[in-house]
């Protein structure tokens, strides 16, 4: 077992942001591929650059991720292959967040196949959360229509049909 921060090359680090992880690939001697802008993990100018392990974390403390990316007959390349590979990507500008962002690059690398469980985890929260919205409105509009043809009970304190015929 490795001492944490204590990486090598070809590993998948990670670096935990506030609301997401950022990924990249160690390439030695203190050096990190990932998709980053000049200024930060996002931006216009985003692209797969190599930039030194502090700047990668951004204060924050890095880890090995945990071996994942297509279950135990998954392809994982030698760690001279995977540091290749993310080389071979340099200067790339095809960011996206949905289908080619941090994750998806560094699991590309490593694993031949770009995946991005932050993506498909915000995707199912968000389904969840429609589905939920959803069915309140559906009972929201059937409860109205229950109601619309009630009974009420006036200020003078007769019953009032709101679906007589007014005559």
Known sequence: MRRPGVFEPGDIVVA????YRHYGIYAGNGRVIHYAAENGD???????RETGLEEFAGGRECRVAAPSGGGSGATRFSPEE??????????????????????HFALWCARGKGKSAQVEKAACSVALISAAAVALVAGLAANSKKTAGAAFQGDDG?????????R
């Open 16 to 19: 935990s942001r506030f609301l």
């Open 42 to 48: 996002f931006g216009a100018n985003a692209m797969v």
């Open 82 to 103: 995977t540091v290749v590979r993310a080389r071979s990507r340099l200067g790339e500008k095809r960011y996206s967040l949905l289908r080619n962002n941090c994750e």
């Open 158 to 166: 007769l019953k009032v049909d709101t679906n007589a015929d007014s």
